[in-house]
Antibody
Framework: QVQLVQSGAEVKKPGASVKVSCKTSGYTFSSYYVSWVRQAPGQGLEWMGWMNPNNGDTGSPQKFQDRITMTRDTATTTAYMQLNSLKSGDTAVYYC?????????????WGQGTLVTVSS | SYVLTQPPSVSVAPGQTARLTCGGNNIGMRSVQWYQQKPGQAPVEVIYYDSDRPSGIPERFSGSNSGNTATLTISRVEAGDEADYYCQVWDNGSDHPGVFGTGTKVTVL
């Protein structure tokens, strides 16, 4: 069965970086985009960007472009999201989600979420 | 950027029908997804491409989309349907293509 399993909770200081992993299984990793979505405490969902695991192409809104790096390891079918220059406003649960076989697919499977806390 | 507007809350008695709206400019021209999120859990897709249901989602969940409003309908509401529901579309070609609605909290009375 399709599974996306994320790394554990992180506590970071302002200005630091965090790298969240998303280990996938149960499907052909290279055939489906992976998106990252975050949710601040008590807030709604916010899309952060996508990655094409087939060739490593990525895309994200201007809001995150200077700070986000999305990569993958095809050997371990794992996707990664690194966010730099963390601020308190980045405190959130970060989710990876499997998209479709193209950029604009639907998110049919989600990771369990990774809580990132940014605090001095 | 494209904006999706959802009512903050909807209350419904068990066995009744809940209709959740998602407003956006000409949203009927886009494909809409709906995600259910229970407290402390990851979102779960309940409707994609306006009205398709993933396997395992009860037929009580249905979707429609026309004009400026998409609607998620939950028939014969059960206590287990209590959750936050988010609509989502793609704003192709924009700087911020992935767009989620503001979310609706469904309370089962």
């Amino acid at each position: 069965q399709v599974q996306l399993v994320q790394s554990g909770a992180e506590v970071k200081k302002p200005g630091a970086s965090v790298k969240v992993s998303c280990k996938t299984s149960g499907y052909t990793f290279s055939s489906y985009y992976v998106s990252w979505v975050r949710q601040a405490p008590g807030q709604g969902l916010e899309w952060m960007g996508w990655m094409n695991p087939n060739n490593g192409d990525t895309g994200s809104p201007q809001k995150f472009q200077d700070r986000i790096t999305m990569t993958r390891d095809t050997a371990t079918t794992t996707a990664y999201m690194q966010l730099n220059s963390l601020k308190s406003g980045d405190t959130a649960v970060y989710y990876c989600a499997r998209g479709g076989g193209y950029k604009y697919g639907h998110f049919d499977f989600w990771g369990q979420g990774t809580l990132v806390t940014v605090s001095s | 950027s494209y904006v999706l507007t959802q009512p903050p809350s909807v209350s419904v008695a068990p066995g009744q029908t809940a209709r959740l709206t998602c407003g956006g400019n000409n949203i009927g021209m886009r494909s809409v997804q709906w995600y259910q999120q229970k407290p402390g859990q990851a979102p779960v897709e309940v409707i994609y491409y306006d009205s398709d249901r993933p396997s395992g989602i009860p037929e009580r969940f249905s979707g429609s989309n026309s004009g400026n409003t998409a609607t998620l309908t939950i028939s014969r509401v059960e206590a287990g349907d209590e959750a936050d529901y988010y609509c989502q579309v793609w704003d192709n070609g924009s700087d911020h293509p992935g767009v989620f609605g503001t979310g609706t909290k469904v309370t089962v009375l």
